[in-house]
């Protein structure tokens, strides 16, 4: 199952929720603003990223300016700690399941939710075209 992490105020979120729906994708949709991360969530969504914290966390946000950290020199722990005392330092929206991650919205990104065969079809139909 697909995991849809949002912000309603953010129009990323409110453009994931829209793809996902149009491709008529099921997901389970969860205001982190309302209901916040706890720590085995972070750490679930670390696992899945490539870049460590730096897919996740917002350097731009105005919490991590305030807090003035230097994410290099936490360590995992602290940095799930942190996360978890102030969630406005995720980027939204978390779109995720087993084994994918997608860390805001980005309309070539998000087709890897696409279900394999669907991809495929739309491969077939793109070659067939540039064939013709």
């Known amino acids: 199952m697909i995991n849809l992490y949002i912000a309603p105020s953010s129009a990323s979120s409110r453009k994931a929720r829209a793809w996902l729906k149009d491709h008529e994708i099921a997901f389970q949709e969860r205001n982190i603003k309302s ?38 020199s936490l360590s995992v722990s602290q940095l799930v700690d942190l996360v978890v005392k102030y969630p406005d330092l995720i ?10 991650l997608e860390v805001g919205y980005n309309e070539e990104e998000i087709r890897r939710f696409l279900p394999r065969e669907v991809r495929t079809a739309e491969l077939h139909h793109l070659e067939s075209q540039l064939s013709s």
Do not use: C, W, Y
């Open 35 to 72: 209901k916040p991360l706890n720590a085995a969530e972070v750490k679930q969504i670390l696992r899945l990223t490539e870049n460590g914290s730096e897919d996740i966390i917002s350097t731009r946000s105005n919490i991590f300016k305030q807090l003035h950290v230097d994410l290099d």
């Open 91 to 100: 980027k939204r929206p978390i779109i995720f399941d087993d084994k994918r």
